[in-house]
C-alpha cells in the first residue's frame, strides 16, 4: 500500500514587485511561494528559509505554517511537523488542508485513530478534498477495514480519476478482500496512467502467484526488472517463483542479484534459505535463514511456514 501522504499547498502567481505596492501581507505571500517552488525542487532547506521569512512579516500566517509542517513532515521530523500543524489549526480552525496534513503526519506514525478523526475534520470542512479521502482509507487499510478503505478510495478516485496512487492503494484493499479481478483492474488502470509505475507489476505477480499463474507471475516481475534493474524486491520475487517451480539455477541468479542490489533485503535471504531447503540442504538453508534474522526481519506467513518445516526435517535429522 502506498502512504505517500501527498501534499496540499495553494498555488500562488505572483509578479514580484506586488509585495512593495500591497503590503505586509503580499510579502507574506511571496516568500510562501517562492517557499513552494524551492520545495517542488527538494530544495527542502530552501523552502523552510522561506516559509521562515514569510511567518516572520505575518505571525499569523496559518499557510505558511502548514507548508513548512509538509517539509518538516517530508524531512521525517515528525514533532517539529505537528507542531506547525497545530499552531496553523489554532490560527485557522476551518483550515481543512492543516487537518489533512496532519492527519498524513499522523499516518507515518501509524497513528490511525487520530489520523482518521483528522481526515474526517477536513472532509467536514471540505467535501471535495480527495486527498482526505485517500488519507481516511489508507487509515481504514492500516486498521484492516477494507470495506470501508475501498469505501474511501472510491470516492477519491470519483474526485480525481486521475490519481494513480488512488487506484493502487484500492487494488491492495481489493486483493485483501480476496477480490483480485477488481484488484487487477485497479492495477492496469495504474499502468494507464503511470506506465513506469513498478510496483505495480510486483503487485500483480503476486495475485498470479495466488491464482497458482507463477509463468505469469514471472513475466511480470520481469518487466519490473525491465523498467528498473535496480529493482531488488523484482528479482526477489522473481527467484522466490523460479524456486516453486523448481528451476533452482535461476532462483539462485535472481535472488544473489537482488543482494547484490540490496544487502539487506532479509527476504532475499529467507527465500534463498528455501531454495536450499527444497534442495534438502538443509545445512545451507540454516546459514540463509540467519542472515536474514541478523537483519532484524522476521519472515512473513509463508516464510514463517517454511522455517517450522526446516526445523522439523533438522530435529529429524540429528
Known sequence: MKNKGKILILSILLILNISAVYGQNISAEYYLSTGILYYNQGKYDQAISEYNKAIDVNPQ??????DRGIVYNSQGYFSRAMADFNEAIE????????????GS??????YFVQANADFTKAINLNSKLDEAYFGRGNCQTGEGNFIEAISDYTKAIQLNPYDADFYYNRAFAYAQQGDFSKSMSDLS????????????YIAMANINYKLGHYDEA??????AIEINPQFAQAYDSCGYLYAKKDKFDQAFKYLSKAIVINPKLADAYYNRGYVYFKMKEYTKAWV???KAEALGERPDKEGLKFFKDLEKVSSSDK
Open 61 to 66: 500566517y496559518a499557510l505558511a505554517y502548514v
Open 91 to 102: 490560527l485557522d480552525p476551518k483550515s481543512s488542508c492543516a487537518f489533512c496534513n496532519r
Open 105 to 110: 503526519a499522523l499516518l507515518r506514525k501509524n
Open 189 to 200: 488502470k495504474v499502468i494507464e496512467l503511470k506506465p513506469k509505475y513498478v510496483e505495480v
Open 218 to 223: 514471472i513475466s511480470c516481475c520481469n518487466k
Open 288 to 290: 540463509e535463514v540467519h
